[in-house]
């Protein structure tokens, strides 16, 4: 079956500008995460949605990023202001549910200049 | 807190040559433990998991991984080592909590 999509595959904008990222989860996945990987490192944890709620934002690393899943499927990751730190490619991961095995798209590398 | 080490950043091994590859983790109770593979501009995909039970766990692509709760380690194994190989590995453990933690991962290349 389908795997985690993610569009765009990658982003370029300039500091200060607003984006959005989108994660598309396998179907009848309740479980949904977003990772941020920076380069040489392994992916950090920014999110956990259980259905619709955010169950675990403790990731996230300031008020400008924020992620919604309205109705339990589709997420996005949206930033704002963005920073030439921000660069990295954000990884969205889906799970049957908490605590199962996670499957990972394939990342939006996002490029701050 | 959980964490995940491993402690080798780059291997290189020759074709057909044995691996394995460090991964050393700190939690208080049974972890969940994961190794996952990332070709270059491929997403994170799972090689094997180990929720419980054998400590010998067997996984895709002729990859095998053994808990050892004594030592806190989790370390990927292959008798024999395949050119398609090269690759980032991570070894990542969950718990009692909803995220994985990852570590920063090893860099293997394959010499012919």
């Known amino acids: 079956g389908a795997g985690v999509s993610q569009t765009p595959s990658n982003k370029v904008t300039e500091k200060g500008k607003y984006v959005e990222l989108r994660c598309d989860p396998i179907s009848g996945h309740t479980a949904l995460y977003w990772y941020r990987q920076s380069l040489g490192q392994g992916p950090e944890f920014l999110i956990y949605f259980q259905g619709t709620g955010a169950a675990d934002d403790s990731g996230l690393p300031n008020d400008r990023f924020f992620a919604v899943r309205p109705e339990g499927s589709v997420s996005t990751l949206k930033i704002q202001r963005t920073e030439r730190g921000d660069s990295a490619v954000y990884l969205c991961?889906?799970?049957?549910?908490?605590?199962?095995?996670?499957?990972f798209g394939p990342g939006t590398r996002l490029l701050v200049l | 807190a959980q964490s995940v080490t491993q402690p080798d950043i780059h291997i290189t091994v020759s074709e057909g040559a044995s691996l394995e590859l460090r991964c050393n983790y700190s939690?208080?109770?049974?972890?969940?433990l994961f190794w996952y593979v990332q070709s270059p501009g491929q997403g994170l995909q799972l090689l094997l998991k180990?929720?419980?039970?054998?400590?010998l766990v067997q996984g895709i692509k002729g990859f095998e991984a053994e808990f050892k709760r004594s030592q806190s380690s989790f370390n990927l194994r292959k008798p024999s080592v395949h050119w398609s190989d090269a690759a980032e590995y991570f070894c990542a453990v969950g718990g009692t909590g909803n995220q994985f933690y990852f570590g920063t991962g090893t860099s293997l290349t394959v010499i012919p």
């Open positions: 939690y208080g109770a049974t972890p969940y």
């Open positions: 991961a889906s799970s049957l549910s908490a605590r199962e095995t996670q499957y």
């Open positions: 180990y929720f419980s039970g054998d400590t």
